[in-house]
């Protein structure tokens, strides 16, 4: 409907929906009614749209040497001009940034978080459009839990830590930029069996209760 309220989820595998296993890699999608984006529009119901921009991979604002699309910074301007008109974006970043090869302190990594809010503030207007620049609520990640793969292991060491570390950092880039905030670790784990990703029963939990805490803001 043309008067929906219109929800951006901008995050990584966690919010595409990564099916966690043992190997870690080839994977699959849960369905949408499984991701928490999904579980989220059902307990928002009538009334609720939402726009997945999720991406395995995808930094704050990092370059990824393996990769050059992960770069959250750098896609969501065209993300969210693509998508206007928006009423929130809800960006749950970070877990990626931990990976050893970028050597980021939990610091840095809210900086980069900075970045994607300055990018939501400045959105305004879109492509020859006069649509307002929508709210944000940020979203920190939950923390790692024990990795199972030898290689993400070392790729995520001293991973566990930082994203322990991230949703007090979290939680003041936030209230400096007037976005609302929500700590994932609060109300779910990552609980899959590769020690990053998110079990059904997961995304039921942080799907809920990002929708109460969306409920509250759009109502």
Do not use: C
């Not at 393996?66 to 960006?91: E, F, K, Q, S």
């Not at 970043?93 to 302190?105: I, M, P, S, V």
């Not at 670790?185 to 997961?202: I, K, L, M, Q």
């Amino acid at each position: 409907m043309a008067d929906d309220k219109r929800i951006l989820a901008f995050g990584d595998s966690l919010t595409w929906g990564w099916v966690p296993s043992e190997d870690f890699v080839p994977t699959t999608r849960y369905p949408f009614a499984q991701r928490w984006t999904g579980v989220m529009l059902e307990a928002l119901g009538d009334g609720y749209e939402v726009v997945e921009e999720g991406l395995s991979g995808r930094t704050t604002n990092a370059d990824d040497p393996l990769d050059g699309r992960l770069n959250g910074a750098g896609y969501l301007p065209a993300a969210l001009a693509t998508h206007l008109p928006l009423d929130l974006v809800v960006i749950m970043l970070g877990t990626n940034d931990t990976k050893q090869y970028f050597a980021r302190e939990p610091f840095d990594i809210a900086v980069g978080l900075a970045d994607l809010l300055l990018a939501v503030a400045g959105s305004a207007g879109g492509v020859g459009t006069a649509y307002p620049a929508p709210a944000a609520l940020v979203v920190a990640p939950p923390p790692l839990g024990e990795l199972t793969d030898p290689w993400h292991r070392e790729v995520f060491r001293g991973g566990r830590a930082k994203t322990e570390a991230l949703p007090a950092l979290y939680a003041g880039v936030a209230g400096t930029f007037g976005a609302a905030f929500l700590d994932a670790g609060e109300v779910t784990s990552t609980d899959g069996v590769d020690g990053v990703h998110f079990t059904p029963e997961n995304n039921v939990a942080l799907g809920r209760a990002i929708a109460e805490r969306v409920g509250s803001l759009l109502a």
